[in-house]
C-alpha cells in the first residue's frame, strides 16, 4: 500500500507543480510590472510618453514660424507679387502643427544689375511666411527671404530651443526604448 500511496502523492504534487508552473506563466505574461527579463510589448504608458514628446517637438516648431530672418540684414530688397499658393499641413515633420501655404512668387529686386533678368520666380516654403495671401497681392521682402512683419524675437527663439530639445530628447529616448523593446520581444 505504500507503493500506492507514494505514486499517488507524486502525483498530486506534479499536478501541483504543474498548476503553480501555470500560474506562473500567465502572471508573466499578464502582470502590469516589468520584471527584468521580461520580453513583453511595450507599455502602453511609453507609447504616450514617445507620441507626447513628439507632440511637444512639434510645439516648438509651431513657434519658430512666428519669427524670420531680420529684414533689416537682408542685402538686397524687392516688391514680390504672389503668383498660386497651395495649403500644407496639419502635421509636419520639421514645420511645426497647423496649416501653412507654399507660394510662387515673382520677385522684382529693387537694386538695378543685381540680377540678369528684373523679375525672377521662386518658391517660398517657409511655413509662417505668408498670412493669407491671395494671388495678385504684392508684398515687400528681403533676399534671403524675410518679410518686415516676421521679428525675430528673443523669446520666441528660446521657448522653440527649449521645446524642440526637451520634446526631441522626450521622442528620442522613448523611440529608442520601444524598439530596444520590440526587437527583444520579436527575437525572443
Not at 58 to 63: D, F, L, S, V
Request: net charge positive.
Amino acid at each position: 500500500m505504500t507503493g500506492r500511496r507514494e505514486t499517488a502523492e507524486q502525483r498530486r504534487a506534479a499536478v501541483r507543480a504543474m498548476a503553480e508552473a501555470d500560474r506562473w506563466r500567465k502572471a508573466r505574461w499578464t502582470s502590469p510590472r516589468t520584471v527584468p527579463g521580461d520580453r513583453r510589448m511595450p507599455t502602453w504608458g511609453l507609447l504616450l510618453a514617445t507620441v507626447a514628446g513628439w507632440l511637444v517637438f512639434n510645439a516648438g516648431a509651431t513657434i519658430g514660424r512666428h519669427t524670420g530672418g531680420d529684414f533689416g540684414d537682408a542685402s538686397v530688397e524687392g516688391t514680390a507679387t504672389v503668383e498660386r499658393c497651395e495649403r500644407r499641413g496639419p502635421l509636419t515633420v520639421l514645420q511645426g502643427i497647423g496649416f501653412y501655404d507654399v507660394c510662387y512668387l515673382w520677385v522684382e529686386w529693387d537694386r538695378e544689375g543685381w540680377r540678369q533678368y528684373p523679375a525672377e520666380r521662386i518658391l517660398v516654403e517657409e511655413a509662417g511666411f505668408f498670412k493669407g495671401e491671395q494671388p495678385g497681392d504684392r508684398i515687400r521682402i528681403g533676399y534671403g527671404i524675410s518679410r518686415p512683419e516676421l521679428r525675430e524675437s528673443p523669446a520666441h527663439v528660446l521657448a522653440m530651443i527649449a521645446l524642440c530639445a526637451a520634446g526631441g530628447s522626450i521622442f528620442l529616448v522613448g523611440s529608442l526604448v520601444l524598439l530596444k523593446r520590440y526587437m527583444a520581444w520579436a527575437f525572443r
